[in-house]
T-cell receptor, first 111, second 114 residues
Framework: QKEVEQNSGPLSVPEGAIASLNCTYS??????FFWYRQYSGKSPELIMFIYSNGDKEDGRFTAQLNKASQYVSLLIRDSQPSDSATYLCAVNWAGFSTLTFGKGTMLLVSP | DAEITQSPRHKITETGRQVTLACHQT?????MFWYRQDLGHGLRLIHYSYGVQDTNKGEVSDGYSVSRSNTEDLPLTLESAASSQTSVYFC?????????????FGSGTQLSVL
């Protein structure tokens, strides 16, 4: 069974700090990896995706992928209170056309 | 602007009733999905469709059905609502399959089955 694991949190960081969110997945045949942000009572919104090993940067966000370790992470630099949300990791496996989501990590950024 | 719309936003129904949740997208995306989200389980796929007349079962499809008669709409029907189907339901759409499956979600329907 394809599984995506995330620490449920909450992860608490002070404003201006780097928040590090982690995700592991069960199958080495994974193709692509996505990070979604979900504010309380709202729908998930895509913030980052990564296909290749290494780092991918987009503004204050950096996604890191290590396929050998089956590990993907999201770094948020200069965290703001508005970043407080649940972050969902999603994985697409080769041969499958749908995403599998982790349960999400709640991030709390305190002023 | 193109969007994906779900209705109703909130629904209360009784056990055993048939319920239909609507999903309408104006992006002209071929792929549409229904997920449910519950505490402790995250987002789980119910049904999905890759085009008109195409429907597929997801991880938790028992008790649910969908139909795709046009590109814009994918209604989700609960044949006989059960309390275990109390949940938040999200519809989503995407343009491509496989590695490029970037989903765009509707605002959700909160369903309560009493």
């Amino acid at each position: 069974q394809k599984e995506v694991e995330q620490n449920s949190g909450p992860l608490s960081v002070p404003e201006g700090a780097i928040a590090s969110l982690n995700c592991t997945y069960s199958d080495r045949g994974s193709q692509s990896f996505f990070w979604y942000r979900q504010y309380s009572g709202k729908s998930p919104e895509l913030i980052m995706f990564i296909y290749s090993n290494g780092d991918k940067e987009d503004g204050r966000f950096t996604a890191q992928l290590n396929k050998a370790s089956q590990y993907v992470s999201l770094l948020i630099r200069d965290s703001q209170p508005s970043d407080s949300a649940t972050y969902l990791c999603a994985v697409n496996w080769a041969g499958f056309s749908t995403l599998t989501f982790g349960k999400g990590t709640m991030l709390l950024v305190s002023p | 602007d193109a969007e994906i719309t779900q209705s109703p936003r909130h629904k209360i129904t009784e056990t055993g009733r048939q319920v239909t949740l609507a999903c309408h997208q104006t992006w002209n995306h071929n792929n549409m999905f229904w997920y449910r989200q519950d505490l402790g389980h995250g987002l789980r796929l119910i049904h999905y469709s890759y085009g008109v007349q195409d429907t597929n079962k997801g991880e938790v499809s028992d008790g649910y059905s969908v139909s795709r008669s046009n590109t814009e709409d994918l209604p989700l029907t609960l044949e006989s609502a059960a309390s275990s189907q109390t949940s938040v339901y999200f519809c989503a759409s995407s343009e491509k399959t496989g590695a490029d499956e970037k989903l765009f979600f509707g605002s959700g329907t909160q369903l309560s089955v009493l």
